[in-house]
């Protein structure tokens, strides 16, 4: 096995730990709020600070989560996606699209599943946070961008017949994938604070990325009939 495709694997088995020692995190906020409910009302002052201060935390938190997951998700996986399509042969060939295409990948699932944890956190430790079609899909990006991550170390080879096969799920589950995560980004901004200002922050990415890719469509599409 490439090193590469170990250190992707390693760095799998970290964001996995990660997320474990996340969901410990939520046992241990839990116990001390049972712990903080049986205080006297010698205390209230006190809990009245602390659940401020909480409160703040959280906020800040889910910001922290919206930036992370529009960063990693919403912005670098597309990238990679963009790169594996346009930089490999046409138009714009680069011998080192491969590693361009692994990398963008690997860091948007790193930031990005660091930013799920820190949604999981929020849902499980507060009610206002447990939006239950935004968890859903959270989860069931994070197990496919898991599953594509492993079959970036697990492909076959070039002379294996199913080369090809792979390569037809690896592109349609990618795609599939960037689709469910700009819904899910649009769901989650639609629940926050300054809703509109998220909005024309990441309309603005995607337009970016939008006008990149039907750049290099068009350029595709024509430089073979320029050169005939």
């Known amino acids: 096995m490439s090193s590469h495709r ?4 390693c760095l799998i088995l ?3 730990n990660y997320s474990c020692n996340e969901g ?9 709020n049972d712990l903080r409910g049986s205080e006297n009302a010698e205390t209230t002052n006190l809990r009245s600070w602390n659940g401020q201060t909480a409160l703040h935390r959280r906020l800040h938190l889910g910001n922290t989560h919206g930036v992370l997951n529009i960063i990693g998700w919403g912005t670098l996986l597309p990238i990679g996606a963009i790169v594996a399509r346009s930089f490999r042969k046409s138009p714009l060939k680069c011998d080192e699209w491969y590693n361009l295409h692994v990398v963008c990948q690997t860091l948007g699932y790193i930031i990005g599943s660091v930013g ?3 949604g999981m956190w929020l849902g499980n430790s507060s009610k206002q946070y447990s ?3 935004h968890r859903i899909l959270g989860i069931i990006i994070f197990t496919s961008s898991t599953a594509q991550m492993f079959a970036l170390c697990l492909q076959p080879k070039k002379e294996n017949e199913r080369r090809r096969w792979w390569k037809i799920c690896h592109k349609i589950l990618g795609y599939l994938l960037i689709s469910m995560i700009v819904a899910n980004i649009f769901q989650g901004i639609d629940h926050k604070d300054h809703a509109e200002k998220w909005k024309w ?5 995607l337009s970016v ?4 890719a039907l750049v ?7 430089m073979p009939r320029i050169h005939r």
């Open 209 to 212: 990325l939008s006008f990149c």
């Open 14 to 16: 970290c964001v996995q």
């Open 216 to 222: 290099l469509e068009i350029f595709r599409f024509v």
């Open 131 to 133: 939006l239950r079609a």
């Open 24 to 32: 410990s995190l939520v046992t241990a906020v839990r116990r001390s």
């Open 201 to 205: 922050i990441y309309v603005g990415i």
């Open 116 to 118: 799920w944890s820190i």
């Open 6 to 9: 170990l250190l992707i694997l």
